[in-house]
């Protein structure tokens, strides 16, 4: 496979030109980052994205992480990352989309590092605006997050409740402004699948939580809102501008009624690992009563069966609450009273945890057995 130069000194200096020599700024080297497991055709669909950028192959690199794949699937992504001059091909024997991330992050050398979603389609100019927008802020931000368009393989069912368009990491909204002020609209977060960060400070930070992301059909998620506040949280900017854009391709078997309550559930357990992580755990405190309440009041919906669409909007939020309540009440820790052993035991029929422990081997075995 082709091994693209990824030094600084490979990638574009020059300056945004300007009349006034003491306004002369220098372009922030990018380089765009894959992360993907067992999905050649998605990446091949963004690969060309990326090959035909106005910025020329030459301004940029690209890293593909090959996360876990199976042996032919490496191959055939040896072979795709083969075709472009700037692009090379890693692999990561570890699962999940944090830790690729991270490899990635540690493995260029660039000012930034891009990431999109293997089923991601970026714009023509998408390098062209990140470059031009991170240029105009003064310092750099920490995070740069732009607006991303659903490309549907299915219409979106008419039962899909509008206000959860987000879940499908889908960002509609044109405008610019720092993420948690009322400069952009409450509730706006970074996504990975069009997510820029600066790549030296988030090393310094740790990367990405990959106690995190993505493993399978486990839909444990927020591992980038997560990087945005805490890079944020430590003095740099957390940007959001609409000109920088991608298409996401939205897949069909998300179009179910199924995936939308596991993907809610796993949510409300994300909400309690993120505001732990963070340093935030009072805030998990707070809310659980609310948490609890909303469980208990949506409970009988929980006897419809899982495909129907009938009191979809009573069933989503009883499965986000029981995501939260279940993460906030089971925890992480290893040790626990009598008490809390009992509560677990509780919490857990069968034997089964509601919530896995967050064990990066037991959650990578568990998301490769096949579907009941």
Not at 94 to 123: C, E, H, K, Q, V
Not at 190 to 216: D, I, K, S, T
Not at 302 to 320: D, I, M, N
Request: hydrophobic residues 40%; neutral net charge.
């Amino acid at each position: 496979m082709h091994t693209a130069a990824s030094t600084q000194d490979d990638m574009p200096q020059a300056p945004v030109r300007s009349s006034d020599p003491a306004t002369l700024v220098q372009v922030p080297s990018v380089t765009a980052c894959i992360v993907t497991h067992n999905r050649p055709h998605y990446v091949r669909s963004c690969l060309e994205s990326l090959r035909q950028q106005t910025v020329g192959l030459d301004a940029f690199d690209i890293i593909v992480v090959d996360s876990c794949s199976s042996a032919d699937v490496n191959v055939e992504l040896g072979v795709l990352v083969a075709t472009m001059p700037n692009a090379k091909l890693l692999r990561i024997d570890r699962p999940g989309a944090s830790a690729a991330r991270n490899y990635g992050a540690a493995t260029s050398t660039a000012d930034f590092i891009a990431y999109i979603d293997d089923d991601g389609l970026a714009m023509p100019d998408w390098i062209e605006q990140i470059q031009r927008v991170l240029a105009e802020q003064r310092p750099w931000p920490g995070v740069l997050g732009g607006r991303v368009l659903p490309v549907w393989e299915a219409p979106l069912p008419g039962w899909w409740p509008q206000d959860l368009r987000g879940v499908l990491s889908i960002i509609e909204w044109e405008g610019r402004g720092e993420f948690r002020t009322t400069a952009v609209p409450a509730g706006l977060e970074p996504y990975g699948v069009n997510m820029v960060v600066q790549r030296q400070p988030l090393l310094e930070m740790g990367g990405f939580a990959e106690r995190l992301g993505r493993f399978g059909r486990l839909l444990l998620s927020d591992e980038d809102v997560q990087v945005g506040w805490r890079l944020q949280d430590r003095g740099f900017s957390a940007w959001y501008d609409s000109r920088v854009l991608v298409r996401h391709q939205i897949q069909a078997v998300r179009m179910c009624p199924e995936w939308l309550l596991d993907r809610l559930y796993w949510q409300g357990a994300s909400a309690v690992a993120t505001r732990r992580i963070l340093g935030a755990p009072q805030t998990v405190w707070k809310e659980l009563p609310r948490r609890l309440i909303v469980e208990v009041l949506t409970l009988p919906a929980s006897l419809l069966p899982k495909q129907s669409t009938v009191l979809l909007g009573l069933r989503w939020r009883l499965a986000y609450a029981r995501g939260f309540t279940r993460m906030a009440l089971m925890g992480e820790q290893r040790k626990r009273t009598l008490p809390q052993r009992i509560w677990r035991a509780l919490l857990q029929p069968g034997g089964q945890p509601v919530i896995p422990t967050l064990d990066i081997g037991a959650r990578a075995r568990e998301a490769a057995e096949p579907p009941q």
